[in-house]
Every structure is written in C-alpha cells, then in structure tokens.
C-alpha cells in the first residue's frame, strides 16, 4: 500500500506534473543506497496445487470459461468484464457497479503470497483485498456466487453451480473441452474453478525489464531511491507485497503488489483516487500521521527523485503474458 505513494508525482504516461519536474534523463541526486544483487526477482513458472496440475487442454478449457459470459446468471458478464487484457486485466473503473472493491489484476496472481525466491503454496494463497481467501481456485468461485458480480439476484449460492452445471453439460462443445480436460462426467462445480485458475496460472509476466536485469540506469537508480525512502516496509519480495493487512482510512486492507502498477489505474481498494498524483498526495499525508505503524519513516520521492521511481516501477509491468 505505501509505495503508490512513490509514483504519485508523475502521470499514468509518465508526463512530469509541472515545471519544476526535471526530463526524465534527467541526473539523479546522489545520497542513495548501491543496488541489492541479491533482491528476489519472479521465477520462470509457479507451482501447480497437487490436486490441480495444468494441461494444455485445462489452460485452454479455463480460458474459454474466462471469456464466456455463459458463466453469470445472467449471461451478460464473464471474468473478463472485470479482468480486460487490454488494461492488465483490470477494467478501469474505480469499482464493477454494485461492488465495493476496485478490481485487481489477475497477473502474477499466480504468485501470490511469494516473499523471496522459495515457491509458495498455491493453496494457501491470499486473494482478495482482505485476504478472506485462500488459493485461486477458491477466488474463481467468489465472483461466481456474488450476487453484486457474476451471480446476479436470480440464484443463490446454492443453486447457481448446479445451473452452471446444466448450462455447461448440454453445450457439446464443452463435454468434450471437460473430457479432454478432466476425464469422463468432469463438469462439476471444482473443476470449472480448477480449469479457471490453470489458465490465470499462465498469466506469469516474469520477463520483465526488472526480472531479466536489464534496468535502464534511470529506472536502476529509481530502484535505489525506492529502497531509500522505505516502501520495501511493505512492498517487498519478488511481487513487492508483504500479503499483509494494513490499516489505511480505518480499513484493513491487503498490501497491493506492485507489479503493473503504472497500468492499473484507478488506485486504492476502492478506486477513490483516480491519478498517480491523487495517490502521491493520499500517501503524504498518512505518512505525516500514520495510522499505520509500517508506514511510519516513509517518506514520498521529491520531484528530482520521481521520474526515476517511476521508471523503476514501469519497468515491473513492461511484459505481457506468454
């Protein structure tokens, strides 16, 4: 959560905010830390539950069910409502209408919970701004059974996976894609989940300009002058998450990674801040008066040290997907 803060003072396009900001060649000031070797950057390929191992037909089966809005009670909305590829799959808004959280993307969801180089658990981990869920098959079927998102008014949690069931057993197309998937009578509740989540698995960006170690010398010094000024209290590891709930604004609220964060705007849990800059301005003040005691000796970049912050945070998302 505290390092948006970092990247307030600059526009999503990384246009300066006014005349005192310097081009974004320009010199960085002197006074930051050497670079770390040694920080963790994203593995090549996340671990499968053991119940759940991918395949090329069970990746292609999830991302058909990703995109098909067959999936809501309604058939009006799917997964990619809320998750577009075109905007790192979030969807732009402060919040989906009807839904109090702003959507966050499904990339490197894969690796949630990761906080060094060791592989985490896939069941155990944290979805959701609250934490509330473990693992992304049991995520897949939260917006499937919310009555604000995909589920609609019509059904309820106990009734709409049977629904989904028959609508899904009497397409030919998808017994066979369950067949090929699961095996023989394969379309239950679990394994629309398990094919949704072996294909949000391949959703990896670990190419990134950061994760290869090729940082143009802007963005390495903006790496430095992140360390500096204390965003690594909770944006660490290979995701720059520490998965921990943080009190902001009287909520606890998950620490966000950082990972494609210059495209995912609008910011916050709630989406309430609409630019970088609100965000810079948010984050200044609750460090002046921290709630939260994480964010106590964190200070926001000056406007000499924000392009490069900036640079190094761009340089977290400048990958797609394979």
């Known amino acids: 959560m505290v390092v948006l ?3 307030g003072c600059v526009h999503p396009e990384g246009a300066p905010l006014g005349d005192d ?21 994203l593995p090549a390929t996340p671990p499968d ?24 009670g309604d058939r009006t909305t799917s997964c990619a409502t809320c998750h577009r590829p075109e905007l790192a799959f979030t969807d732009g808004r402060p919040t989906p209408p009807g839904v109090a959280r702003n959507s966050m993307t499904v990339l490197n969801t894969a690796w949630n919970g990761l906080v060094d180089a060791t592989p ?6 944290p979805m959701f701004w609250d934490n509330r869920t473990r693992s992304l098959e049991a995520q897949a079927k939260g917006p499937l059974t919310s009555a604000a998102e995909m589920m609609g008014t019509h059904y309820t949690a106990q009734t709409i996976f049977p629904e989904l069931v028959a609508r899904l057993s009497a397409s030919p197309d998808y017994t066979a894609k369950f067949d090929a998937a699961f095996g023989g009578s394969s379309i239950t509740e679990d394994n629309i989940a398990r094919a949704i989540a072996a294909y949000e698995r391949t959703l990896v960006t670990p190419q990134t300009s950061f994760d290869r170690g090729q940082l143009s010398p802007l963005a390495q010094a903006g790496g430095q002058i992140f ?19 943080h009190r902001l604004r009287g909520e606890l609220i998950r620490t966000p990674s950082l990972r494609h964060v210059t495209r995912t705007a609008p910011y916050m849990h709630d989406g309430s801040l609409a630019t970088l800059p609100n965000v810079f ?12 005691p994480d964010l106590r000796g964190v200070r926001t970049p000056t406007p000499q040290e924000a392009p ?6 761009a340089a977290l998302g400048d990958s797609a997907p394979p």
């Open 281 to 292: 301005q948010f984050y200044r003040q609750a460090t002046e008066n921290p709630v939260d």
């Open 5 to 7: 803060v970092l990247v």
């Open 21 to 41: 900001m310097p081009a974004p060649d320009a010199e960085v000031p002197d006074g930051a830390p050497p670079p770390d070797p040694a920080r963790p950057v």
């Open 227 to 245: 360390d500096a000024i204390g965003c690594t209290n909770c944006h660490s590891g290979p995701m720059f998450s520490d998965w921990k709930l």
């Open 120 to 125: 985490p658990d896939p069941a155990q981990a």
């Open 49 to 72: 539950p053991a119940d759940n191992p991918r395949t090329p037909a069970k990746v292609a089966l999830g991302r058909q069910l990703f995109f098909d809005p067959i999936l809501s």
């Open 308 to 313: 490069a912050v900036e640079a190094f945070l």
